[in-house]
């Protein structure tokens, strides 16, 4: 080998860039064989992507090793730069072309047949599961202070109907952290949190987004609806973000020290965004 670089997240999982001496480059991703199932999940999305015209990673061998005590997948080592880093020196025109080369990947994506079709969960039940479960942590609601905020919330619209039936593969974490500018086009990676459920769900993670790149968080949307963004688009993302700040209290984080950090930085840049949800559209949305 000529590099063997560890590379930072915050996931169970290690990740390390690879370079041989031949110039070819791999991803190699290794984990316990307890939190190995997510990896495997994550090796049979690839593949499904894949198969559907996706650009990602390409999975080359997984096993097991260390006497079955852990497990690591290699795959191919997807050239370029973070979008996050071509944002950082970017200017509004560079931000926005970005903005909707995602909004158009994530429709592509949200386009392609799920593998399996379920009937999607009501989303006033999953407002009621997620304030039952919630209001009794007491634990979490003092030391994460905003939890009361995004369930006063959810209260206020536990009785919402939507008529929502849409049942899309979801990223699970789509931000410009795992989106990749490369050859004239954007692919996500990190598919560890792949699924299938509501599509709004994929814009959750565009607060991180909005707070750092108001421009390419704004065109992803625009993109995604060409140019056409439907009001019941607002209510369902500032339901689902709210639920999303609830669940992300409960993560299993590699550092504890860190993954509070991660969840009190998370919960303010909500609060901020969306004015401790008083507001519909948040602050980052080029059109408010």
């Not at 990896?39 to 996706?54: A, P, Q």
């Not at 669940?247 to 299993?252: A, Y």
């Not at 509070?260 to 519909?280: I, K, T």
Request: glycine share 4%.
């Amino acid at each position: 080998f000529d590099t063997v670089r560890r590379l930072r997240g915050l996931s169970s999982e290690e990740k390390y860039y690879i370079k041989t001496k031949e110039q070819q480059e791999f991803l190699l991703k290794v984990s316990n064989i307890p939190n190995a199932r997510k990896m495997d999940e994550e090796r049979l999305w690839l593949n499904y992507l894949e198969s559907n015209g996706i650009l990602t990673n390409r999975v080359l061998d997984y096993g097991s090793f260390h006497r079955h005590r852990s497990a690591y997948t290699l795959l191919s080592w997807i050239p370029g730069m973070s979008v996050s880093d071509v944002l950082n020196d970017a200017n509004n025109d560079v931000c926005l072309q970005l903005g909707y080369k995602a909004g158009t990947l994530l429709r592509q994506i949200h386009k392609i047949k799920p593998p399996q079709r379920l009937l999607p969960q009501a989303m006033s039940r999953v407002i009621d599961e997620c304030i039952f479960k919630f209001s009794c942590d007491d634990v979490s609601l003092e030391k994460y202070p905003s939890m009361n905020v995004f369930l006063d919330y959810l209260k206020k619209h536990k009785h919402i109907d939507l008529h929502e039936e849409t049942y899309s593969i979801l990223h699970g974490d789509f931000h410009t952290g795992n989106l990749i500018f490369y050859d004239n086009r954007i692919c996500a990676i990190d598919w560890i949190r792949g699924a299938c459920g509501n599509p709004i769900d994929d814009f959750v993670r565009n607060i991180v987004n909005g707070s750092e790149n108001p421009a390419f968080a704004s065109a992803q949307i625009d993109a995604y609806f060409d140019g056409n963004v439907p009001e019941s688009f607002w209510l369902e993302l500032a339901i689902l973000t709210a639920i999303h700040e609830l669940k992300i209290t409960e993560f299993q984080f590699p550092d504890a020290k860190n993954g509070e950090a991660f969840v009190s930085y998370q919960h303010g840049l909500v609060v901020d965004q969306y004015n401790s949800m008083q507001l519909l559209i948040p602050k980052y949305y080029s059109h408010t």
